[in-house]
């Protein structure tokens, strides 16, 4: 390394990410940090050589949510999928992103207006103040994995419909089992409800450890509902905390 670190693009980065995480952090409550709470360093991306090694497919292990040989068979299963009616809509199916072995998923209700045109979850604002709160629990959006409940938008954004979740959900758990996360954090009312089978208000349930297909998962907030009630972030954090100490992460302000 030379020159002089304070003006490489790589400190400009790190600051403009501090930034991010502090503002989350403010937005939170917290009002006290302390240097623990550690960030893992990013993975590094998959060689092209293994991308290059499933030239049979119309998909391939560089596309967004694959990565992995048993997410590519998923994704390859899924094919231009029409098993329900959101097919009609959407301009691109979203399957998932991020690491094909995170130890974290997050769960959304399904793909909205940026989700839908770029193929990738939680892209637009509710996205970025996603990206927020995971780099503030400690991890970079690489190292989790983000999925939907269903992987095509539903029309102006109404909830998906039995049939459809039925018809999606399959491939949900699939993507589980391939991932095999050790924690689930469910993002809002929607995806809450329809994984735990429990239309208990989402302000009941958040906070307070539940299972689905074997996992821990973790109630909380939609980023979309933070961002119109900002005062919700407090809660959302405290239960973000709660996955953290389950890493064994100390939340900022809880240091030795
Ligand atoms: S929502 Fe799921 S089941 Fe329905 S068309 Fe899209 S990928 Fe297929």
Redesign the pocket.
């Known amino acids: 390394m030379s020159g002089d670190p304070k003006s490489s693009p790589e400190a400009a980065e790190l600051a403009a990410e501090a930034m991010r995480h502090l503002w989350w952090l403010r937005d939170a409550g917290v009002r006290e940090l302390s240097p623990e709470g550690p960030r893992r360093p990013v993975p590094p991306a998959a060689p092209a050589a293994a991308a290059a090694a499933v030239p049979t497919s119309a998909y391939s292990l560089a596309d967004k949510g694959c990565g992995s040989e048993p997410l590519l068979a998923i994704r390859t299963s ?1 094919g231009e ?4 009616k ?2 009609s809509g ?1 301009t691109k ?1 979203v399957f998932g992103v991020g690491d094909p072995s995170a130890q974290l998923l997050f769960v959304g209700e399904g793909p909205g207006a940026d989700e839908d045109l770029q193929g990738e979850p939680f892209v637009g604002r509710a996205g970025q103040l996603l990206t927020k709160m995971i780099e503030a629990m400690g991890f970079a959006r690489s190292e989790v994995h983000i999925a939907n409940v ?3 938008r539903p029309p102006g954004n109404r909830d998906p419909e039995p049939d ?1 979740i039925e ?2 959900e399959p ?1 949900l758990k699939a993507q589980i089992a391939a991932i095999r996360p050790r924690v689930i954090v469910a993002l809002g009312r929607f995806a809450v409800q329809t994984l735990l089978r429990d239309t208990t208000p989402i302000s009941r349930q958040r906070g307070r450890w539940r299972e689905y297909e074997g996992v821990k998962l973790m109630p909380t907030f939609h980023p979309a509902y933070l961002l119109r009630n900002p005062p919700e972030k407090k809660a959302a954090w405290e239960d973000l905390q709660l996955v953290m100490k389950e890493f064994g992460k100390l939340p900022p302000g809880r240091g030795a």
Do not use: M
Not at 81 to 84: D, E, I, L, V
């Open positions: 899924l999928c029409q098993r329900c959101l097919h959407r199916l269903v992987k095509c459809e018809a999606c491939f």
